[in-house]
């Protein structure tokens, strides 16, 4: 018997995938800190506040409360499509699902108990957002970054972000890597699979799976792989 068997099945399943995000998160910033590994916290796909709590949570919890955390969503919902790939019989480009606007993120921020200076909040979609960024830009270190993008174009413009601040040691978590269809597989698991052909200086080593339908990888430079 589980111990959330007494819930309706909704809640026990959002339970189960928090509670999958913790057990990763916990176990990522543990090795982030044991391994030395510098920098923030990124996720793109931010609507809601969960992924976030649960990431603040296990920072806190391992003993390194001073990483500071990035968020960015639309906080719109879904973009419109602009590739065959983006589209997933489990959601649909262009919906209004997951708006809300930016305020109501920083309300569950808050009713988590997230502070404001602990983590900055950047509201549009990631063509806008992202799109234009120099190398530069900050966050420009970063440890641990949750891509939960939905649509394939959305995950291209993400690693093009990515790849300046990529660096040996780091952990990319796909939260969608595992969501195929009846013709392809995901779009994140897609995009992942072509950014590291055209970077071979890369390796993408298979690390944590996250609850239902995530997969994380540690980012290793590939000429410290012995051969």
Not at 26 to 41: K, L, P
Not at 66 to 91: I, K, N, V
């Given at each position: 018997?589980?111990l959330?068997?007494?819930?309706?099945?909704?809640?026990?399943?959002?339970?189960?995938?928090?509670?999958?995000?913790?057990?990763?998160?916990?176990?990522?910033?543990t090795?982030?800190?044991?391994?030395?590994?510098?920098?923030?916290?990124?996720?793109?796909?931010?609507?809601?506040?969960?992924?976030?709590?649960?990431?603040y949570?296990?920072?806190?919890?391992?003993?390194?409360?001073e990483?500071?955390?990035?968020?960015?969503?639309?906080?719109?919902?879904l973009?419109?499509?602009?590739?065959?790939?983006?589209?997933?019989p489990?959601?649909?480009?262009?919906s209004?699902?997951?708006?809300?606007?930016?305020?109501?993120?920083?309300?569950?921020?808050d009713?988590?108990?997230?502070?404001r200076?602990?983590?900055?909040?950047?509201?549009?979609?990631?063509?806008?957002?992202?799109?234009n960024?120099?190398p530069?830009?900050?966050?420009?270190d970063?440890?641990?970054?949750?891509?939960?993008?939905?649509?394939?174009?959305?995950?291209?413009?993400v690693?093009?972000?990515?790849?300046?601040r990529?660096?040996?040691?780091?952990?990319?978590a796909f939260?969608?890597?595992?969501?195929?269809?009846?013709d392809?597989?995901?779009?994140?698991?897609?995009?992942?699979?072509?950014?590291?052909?055209?970077h071979p200086?890369?390796t993408?080593?298979?690390?944590?799976?996250?609850?239902r339908a995530g997969?994380?990888?540690?980012v290793?430079?590939t000429?410290?792989?012995?051969?």
């Amino acid at each position: 018997m589980y111990l959330d068997d007494d819930l309706d099945p909704i809640t026990r399943a959002v339970h189960r995938i928090l509670q999958g995000y913790l057990e990763f998160f916990y176990d990522a910033w543990t090795n982030q800190n044991i391994n030395a590994i510098t920098g923030d916290y990124v996720e793109f796909g931010s609507w809601g506040g969960n992924t976030m709590n649960q990431a603040y949570k296990a920072m806190l919890l391992t003993g390194r409360g001073e990483r500071h955390m990035w968020a960015y969503d639309s906080f719109q919902g879904l973009p419109e499509a602009s590739d065959p790939r983006d589209y997933h019989p489990g959601w649909k480009p262009g919906s209004g699902v997951g708006g809300g606007g930016v305020e109501n993120f920083y309300a569950a921020c808050d009713r988590h108990g997230i502070p404001r200076d602990a983590y900055t909040a950047t509201e549009g979609y990631f063509e806008e957002s992202i799109g234009n960024a120099l190398p530069a830009d900050e966050p420009n270190d970063i440890a641990i970054c949750l891509i939960d993008c939905n649509l394939y174009t959305s995950a291209v413009t993400v690693m093009e972000f990515l790849e300046p601040r990529l660096k040996h040691g780091m952990i990319l978590a796909f939260d969608d890597y595992y969501c195929w269809s009846p013709d392809n597989v995901s779009g994140e698991q897609s995009v992942l699979a072509e950014f590291a052909r055209d970077h071979p200086e890369w390796t993408f080593d298979r690390y944590h799976s996250i609850a239902r339908a995530g997969q994380s990888f540690v980012v290793f430079d590939t000429s410290k792989i012995p051969r």
